[in-house]
Nanobody, 116 residues
Framework: QVQLVESGGGLVQPGGSLRLSCAAS????????MEWYRQAPGKEREFVLR????????YYSDSVKDRFTISRDNAKSTVYLQMNSLKPEDTAVYYC?????????WGQGTQVTVSS
């Protein structure tokens, strides 16, 4: 079992930045990878990026490549999603997800709104 808590969402103007956090607790040693997804109103949940838990591999979707960066604080078992050059179309609820033995565990989500 693992618990995930996202934070850092909010309202930001277009072109601005936000940093989301995903704090993991529980069976952290069993995590193989972490991913971020987002879901905009009326749309399906969309894959954003994936990182191996060891940090040796990252993959970004084309929609966020060169604008979003993922990093990890091992001591805090926290992953950070730095989002720059935000656009209105980035507005969504952002979720982190980890995979353990092929099973997904989701956080509760954090709202990001990009609007002037």
């Amino acid at each position: 079992q693992v618990q995930l808590v996202e934070s850092g969402g909010g309202l930001v103007q277009p072109g601005g930045s936000l940093r989301l956090s995903c704090a993991a607790s529980g069976s952290i040693s069993s995590i193989s990878s972490m991913e971020w997804y987002r879901q905009a109103p009326g749309k399906e949940r969309e894959f954003v990026l994936r990182m191996s838990w060891s940090g040796g591999y990252t993959y970004y979707s084309d929609s966020v490549k060169d604008r979003f960066t993922i990093s990890r604080d091992n001591a805090k078992s926290t992953v950070y999603l730095q989002m720059n050059s935000l656009k209105p179309e980035d507005t969504a609820v952002y979720y982190c997800r980890v995979m353990i033995s092929g099973l997904p565990y989701w956080g509760q989500g954090t709202q990001v709104t990009v609007s002037s």
